[in-house]
Nanobody, 125 residues
Framework: QVQLVESGGGLVQAGGSLRLSCAAS????????MAWFRQAPGKEREFLAA????????NYAASVKGRLLISRDNAKNTVNLQMNTLKPEDTAVYYC??????????????????WGQGTQVTVSS
């Protein structure tokens, strides 16, 4: 079992930046690929970015590529999401997720077993 706690959400003006963090506990963090998703009101949960267990590989949704940067620190058991040039349509609850049983260098957009409680990001126009 992996416990995940997100932080860093808040209110930001369009064009601004935010850095989300996710702290993991419970199991060996480097055994899990990590990802960020978001869910806006009335919409399905959307994949944003993933990072492999080692941090050597990343993968981004086409809709956010170039504006988001995912990173991880296995020594600190954290995964981060740097978000730049934010737009009102980025308003959503952002979730981090963990997936085990995956090769060290692989990423995934689905199959995540463990989820945080989410952090709200609101972008004003």
């Amino acid at each position: 079992q992996v416990q995940l706690v997100e932080s860093g959400g808040g209110l930001v003006q369009a064009g601004g930046s935010l850095r989300l963090s996710c702290a993991a506990s419970g199991r060996t963090f480097s055994n899990y690929a990590m990802a960020w998703f978001r869910q806006a009101p009335g919409k399905e949960r959307e994949f944003l970015a993933a990072i492999s267990r080692s941090g050597s590989s990343t993968n981004y949704a086409a809709s956010v590529k170039g504006r988001l940067l995912i990173s991880r620190d296995n020594a600190k058991n954290t995964v981060n999401l740097q978000m730049n040039t934010l737009k009102p349509e980025d308003t959503a609850v952002y979730y981090c997720a963990a997936r085990g049983s995956i090769p060290a260098g692989a990423t995934a957009t689905t199959g995540y077993n463990f989820w945080g409680q989410g952090t709200q990001v609101t972008v004003s126009s």
